[in-house]
């Protein structure tokens, strides 16, 4: 089976801007949940998708905003770019979603604001 | 603060060394899970535990889970250079995920 694809690998954005991530889940997983990391904050919830509904969301701004279609992949839209917004974000994928299943993992889009 | 902190923050240890990295958290739990990351890429799932479990085993990975304590620990046996990377423990509580900071563990060949 192919794992989680993610799409760019890395982006440079200027202040301002908007930029819309895509992800790919394992083929049969429904669940598509979405995390920022940075050195200082660490790992942090965005938001989980199951069945193109969004389950649950994280403490971050309205201008994190995610989807998720029929065919289970996700895109995830960041609107006026801030420099604190550079980060590594991760998708995963998991059968059940993230409270029964384990997570898969892409290797993430490194989005660097300038 | 972090619902799941791991400890220590880093590790060295010899190769053929044995690794404990250890996990506390603060509320209820529906599982915990440890995650490895190799730098700057994402995270590999390890193993997942149950509240209603006590010990996992995975190869050469030990985890137990001791709910009264809210803690866990991660156990790496005969360590290899190859099991350098950063470790987390992951906390399922109310549909969130919560990750740790992250222990960085280094296996000298």
């Known amino acids: 089976k192919a794992g989680v694809t993610q799409t760019p690998r890395y982006l440079i954005k200027t202040r301002g801007q908007q930029v819309t991530l895509s992800c790919s889940p394992i083929?049969?997983?429904?669940?598509v949940s979405w995390y920022q990391q940075t050195p200082g904050q660490g790992l942090q919830f965005l938001f989980e998708y199951f069945s193109e509904t969004q389950r649950n969301k994280g403490n971050f701004p309205g201008r994190f905003s995610g989807r998720q279609f029929s065919n289970s992949r996700s895109e995830m839209n960041v609107s006026t770019l801030e420099l604190g917004d550079s980060a590594l974000y991760l998708c995963a994928s998991s059968l059940e979603g993230v409270l029964a299943s384990p997570l898969h993992f892409g290797n993430g889009t490194r989005l660097t604001v300038t | 603060s972090q619902q799941g902190e791991e400890d220590p923050q880093a590790l060295s240890i010899q190769e053929g060394e044995n690794a404990t990295m250890n996990c506390s958290y603060k509320t209820s739990i529906n599982n915990l899970q440890w995650y490895r990351q190799n730098s700057g890429r994402g995270l590999v799932h390890l193993i997942l535990?149950?509240?209603?479990?006590r010990e996992k085993h995975s190869g050469r990975l030990r985890v137990t889970l001791d709910t009264s304590k809210k803690s866990s620990s991660l156990l790496i046996t005969a360590s290899r250079a190859a099991d350098t990377a950063s470790y987390f423990c992951a906390t399922a509580v109310n549909s969130k995920l919560t990750f740790g900071k992250g222990i960085t563990l280094s296996v000298r060949p």
């Open positions: 083929s049969g997983h429904r669940s």
């Open positions: 535990i149950r509240s209603n479990e």
